[in-house]
T-cell receptor, first 115, second 115 residues
Framework: EAGVVQSPRYKIIEKKQPVAFWCNPI?????LYWYRQNLGQGPELLIR????????DSQLPKDRFSAERLKGVDSTLKIQPAELGDSAVYLC?????????????FGPGTRLTVL | AQKITQTQPGMFVQEKEAVTLDCTYD???????LFWYKQPSSGEMIFLIY??????QNATEGRYSLNFQKARKSANLVISASQLGDSAMYFC????????????FGKGTMLLVSP
């Protein structure tokens, strides 16, 4: 069974440029998460989808970040314009449900560097 | 609100020895789940072990066991017979009923296993 796929793995851009990350969750997983992991920190949730609906985006900086999950499968996270402080690893995860124990499977992440 | 504290930035252990990684948590949820993830240098978060707050016994998964002390709000990970491949970052995380599907992570502990 294929795991969570993310692309690109690495991205270097200059500040004020736009950038987009793509995630393909495990087949059949209806819940999809985007996390941001700053250097030396644990991941922090940006947004959670149940199918195509964003049910928790309280931590998403909506002035520059946007996300979509068309047809409830793949998802794209966009930053426009990027700032120096956006340098981090962006992790996508998926799970079958949302109970207390629902293992989240993580992708390899996209490491973003903003110059 | 939920909080995870990992007080050990780094730990060293020799191959074949056991090591304990500390984790304390704070939550007002009566029911919650505790997780440990491993993050090697490749970046992917790998699920290791889960403990439910009402589980009667401490969780075990192969060489991993969770020393759960509910009254002390601690959920330490014990790795027995360390292997070189265990060198990685280890994150403790939790999810409570009120937090729904959101995982709250600690800052992590870097484990280095020496020959």
């Amino acid at each position: 069974e294929a795991g969570v796929v993310q692309s690109p793995r690495y991205k270097i851009i200059e500040k004020k440029q736009p950038v987009a990350f793509w995630c393909n969750p495990i087949s059949g997983h209806n819940t999809l998460y985007w996390y941001r992991q700053n250097l030396g920190q644990g991941p922090e949730l940006l947004i959670r989808y149940e199918n195509e609906e964003a049910v928790d985006d309280s931590q998403l900086p909506k002035d520059r970040f946007s996300a979509e999950r068309l047809k409830g499968v793949d998802s794209t996270l966009k930053i426009q314009p990027a700032e120096l402080g956006d340098s981090a690893v962006y992790l996508c995860a998926s799970s079958l449900g949302q109970g207390l124990y629902n293992e989240q499977f993580f992708g390899p992440g996209t490491r973003l560097t903003v110059l | 609100a939920q909080k995870i504290t990992q007080t050990q930035p780094g730990m060293f252990v020799q191959e074949k020895e056991a090591v304990t990684l500390d984790c304390t948590y704070d939550t007002s949820d009566p029911s919650y789940g505790l997780f440990w993830y491993k993050q090697p240098s490749s970046g992917e978060m790998i699920f290791l072990i889960y403990q439910g707050s009402y589980d009667q016994q401490n969780a075990t998964e192969g060489r991993y066991s969770l020393n759960f002390q509910k009254a002390r709000k601690s959920a330490n990970l014990v790795i027995s017979a360390s292997q070189l491949g265990d060198s990685a970052m280890y994150f403790c995380a939790m999810r409570g009923n009120s937090g729904y599907s959101t995982l709250t992570f600690g800052k992590g502990t870097m484990l280095l296993v020496s020959p």
